[in-house]
């Protein structure tokens, strides 16, 4: 049976470069696999802020004809305009009984797999945060402008749907790559002979390539998580980076009034000798933020919960053309 060293555990340096390097890169391997590129981290483009709330200013689109030059006159100066997109800071946290971790570390170096382990437990949450995100977003502001609706929900996925969607962002539909959806929905397609595998000789049978096929151009992705009402399935074509997540650090004090300032998920050891004749705890919070670009989040609810983020009346658009919104959703009946 395996034995567990909680002394091991307790002199572990949990704000440590070396462990926080290791759990931001087995986090950010995670979600790039996950998402196939949907979900980002926009560490590149978010400079984290103290608060409740996180903006995001993003310059409109240029408009305008260009002025004739005519000798001794004046052109105009035009300005740059700019939209603000807003998203909310989220806290979360999460804790394991020293039993729950014989089976983490036991056998393995127990930093790596910590870190590891830890990872994939806030990947899968900024995912599940990221669909109710989306579920908010199309739920009212986006319904008619990037939705289907209900023009192919009572039947299966067809061609004439996938470009229904697709021509919701006109000529932009073009950065539409990646498709992401139900595998009920995915392996309907195939079965209704809308998924290719582009250049190779193996036609649309999902059995023998192991592979999924693309539609319409667009790399799928399976996801189950995107799941029905009913028995209508949502499906989502987007570009790249569509979607946003940030990590801001984590700063509190230790048992000994301490500064301790973790560069994304905090991990804090703690010995609890007064319950149940002695345990060990490990405690894991973070601090962050998953937006879908182009959105603003319009509630005064402070650190909302995935069902308030999943509120339609919470998100209004903030892009100032609904093409710069690079998402679209097509709903249908799926049988399998």
């Not at 052109?75 to 700019?82: A, E, K, P, R």
């Not at 908010?136 to 039947?155: E, I, K, P």
């Not at 992705?221 to 399935?233: E, I, Q, R």
Request: proline share 3%; glycine share 8%.
């Amino acid at each position: 049976m395996a034995t567990f060293d909680a002394a091991a555990l307790a002199d572990f340096s949990f704000q440590s470069d070396v462990f926080q390097d290791t759990l931001q890169a087995e986090l950010v391997d995670v979600l790039n696999l996950q998402t196939s590129g949907i979900l980002v981290n926009g560490a590149g483009i978010i400079s984290p802020e103290s608060g409740e709330y996180q903006s995001i200013p993003q310059y409109d689109t240029l408009s305008g004809a260009a002025d004739q030059i005519v000798t001794n006159t004046e052109n105009d100066t035009n300005d740059f305009g700019d939209y603000k997109m807003r998203a909310p800071w989220l806290q979360r946290n999460k804790i394991w009984g020293v039993e729950n971790l014989v089976s983490v570390v036991a056998g393995k170096d127990p930093m790596t797999e910590i870190a590891r382990q830890l990872a994939n437990f806030w990947a899968r949450e900024f995912q599940t945060t990221a669909i109710n995100v989306i579920n908010g977003c199309f739920a009212t502001a986006l319904a008619s402008t990037h939705s289907t609706g209900t023009d192919y929900s009572g039947q299966t996925i067809g061609i004439d749907g996938v470009l229904a969607a697709k021509q919701k962002l006109g000529d932009m539909q073009l950065e539409l790559t990646r498709a992401i959806s139900h595998s009920k929905v995915i392996n309907q397609a195939v079965k209704n002979s809308i998924g290719s595998y582009g250049n190779t000789q193996m036609g649309n049978d999902l059995f023998l390539s192991g592979n999924l096929p693309q539609i319409a151009g667009m790399a799928t992705w399976m996801n189950d998580s995107f799941s029905a009402t009913g028995d209508v399935y949502p499906t989502y074509f987007s570009a790249p980076g569509q979607i946003v997540f940030a990590v801001r650090p984590w700063s509190r004090r230790d048992v000994n009034g301490q500064a301790v300032n973790s560069q994304s998920v905090d991990v804090e050891y703690e010995r609890k000798p007064n319950i149940g004749g002695g345990t060990d705890v490990l405690h894991t919070r973070a601090s962050f933020l998953v937006h879908l670009n182009g959105m603003y989040y319009n509630s005064a609810t402070t650190n909302p919960t995935n069902v308030q983020l999943a509120t339609g009346t919470n998100w209004t658009k903030a892009a100032d053309d609904d093409k710069k919104i690079k998402i679209v959703q097509l709903k249908t009946l799926e049988e399998l």
